[in-house]
């Protein structure tokens, strides 16, 4: 009898605490960390922010109607380097195309500046955000 009513009081609390959570809730901090859908440079970690700029980004629509973006890439410090680097295609509205390169090794010597180019595989690329994270 008294383990009817120890499971009947925990049923009874579990019902009513456990399942009123209110619904669905909001994305936290969603507008805080969307550097990578904003920005056409985003560097991913502490790092690189440390290590790597952007001197300058060029963007052309070739004949085809496909984006070509050189990047040049500048290694602040002065040792040897080495970083990935990739870019994303989006449209107009900045949502992605399907079209992201693979994350590609770069080398940076001591205070050295490279030009990274990019170019998209069809014709729906408007935009884009070229993305540097360490190598591991």
């Keep these: ?14 019902a009513l605490t456990g399942c009123q959570h209110g619904g669905a809730y ?10 990578e859908n904003k920005a056409p440079f985003a560097l991913m970690d502490s ?3 440390r290590s790597v700029t952007s001197s300058g980004i060029q963007k052309q629509t ?17 040792r040897r380097i080495q970083v990935q680097i990739s870019c994303v295609f989006k449209d ?8 992201e390169t693979p994350w ?3 080398i940076l010597t001591e205070s050295a500046q490279e030009a ?5 595989m069809n014709n ?3 935009n884009f955000t070229i993305r540097v994270r360490q190598a591991h």
């Design 1 to 14: 009898m008294k383990t009817i009513l120890t499971l009947s009081l925990l049923a009874a609390t579990f």
């Design 26 to 35: 909001e994305a936290r901090n969603a507008q805080r960390y969307d550097l």
């Design 47 to 49: 790092m690189v922010q």
């Design 62 to 78: 070739l004949e085809d109607g496909r984006l070509r973006v050189v990047a040049n890439v500048r290694n602040r410090e002065a």
């Design 92 to 99: 107009e509205g900045g949502a992605a195309t399907g079209d």
């Design 104 to 106: 590609t090794n770069l």
């Design 116 to 120: 990274v180019e990019f170019v998209s």
């Design 124 to 126: 729906k690329a408007k």
